[in-house]
């Protein structure tokens, strides 16, 4: 039996209410919107599991990155001192297009930073559950890029790239009620698979 009660899961929700663009071709999505309904969730169904978790950005405006970053390492270090991890998601959605016209760009993906880093395995864990949760979508696998809310929060970080909004089929999937609750899911099933590896 694992023993969920020393991790903690910060769950950083990508952009604000006044970031612009970020939003679907017709608008009926919006990326801040909808990352901070599937963090929520994220976070009930961790928790139905005795998995705590932290929102970084309760707030529906735009927090700086650096702001974000300086919140989950102040939240380690409390931690630490109870003798719990921290690992960090943050959710977000993709796009490819100049978001006047749909799209083709299909898939799921997960970045961390460039290098060699324990944020690997976390890539890797989240990678094993998109393709046991969600096997009919396209998996675009674990990407590298030295985003500041990975290189500057001091644990081990992955940003996940929720499907692509820009496209039409894909869209409308994030909108309904099982796209929210099949990538819940997936995001829970990393977790574990992270706590299973460690």
């Avoid at 599991?49 to 970084?56: N, P, S």
């Avoid at 921290?86 to 799921?108: D, F, K, M, P």
């Avoid at 944020?119 to 675009?140: G, I």
Wanted: net charge positive; with cysteine.
């Amino acid at each position: 039996m694992i023993d969920y009660s020393k991790i903690e899961v910060a769950l950083d929700n990508g952009h604000g209410s006044n970031t612009p663009g970020k939003r679907s071709v017709d608008g009926k999505l919006r990326e801040y919107a909808w990352a901070r309904e599937l963090v929520k969730l994220i976070a009930e169904k961790l928790n139905r599991l005795g998995i705590k978790t932290f929102v970084v950005t309760p707030e529906t405006y735009d927090v700086g990155l650096t702001v974000r970053a300086n919140r989950v390492n102040k939240r380690i270090l409390d931690n630490k001192k109870k003798g719990i991890s921290t690992i960090l998601i943050s959710v977000h959605n993709n796009a490819c297009g100049n978001g006047r016209q749909w799209t083709n760009a299909t898939g799921w993906e997960c970045w961390t930073t460039k290098g060699k880093t324990r944020s690997d395995l976390l890539a890797q864990c989240m990678c094993d559950a998109a393709k046991e949760v969600m096997p009919e979508t396209k998996l675009r696998g674990h990407k590298e890029e030295n985003w500041t809310i990975l290189y500057k929060s001091n644990c081990p970080c992955v940003l996940t790239e929720n499907l692509f909004m820009d496209n039409k089929k894909e869209c409308e999937y994030l909108l309904s009620d099982e796209g929210k609750n099949k990538l819940a899911d997936l995001h829970v099933k990393g977790v574990m698979n992270w706590c299973e590896r460690n």
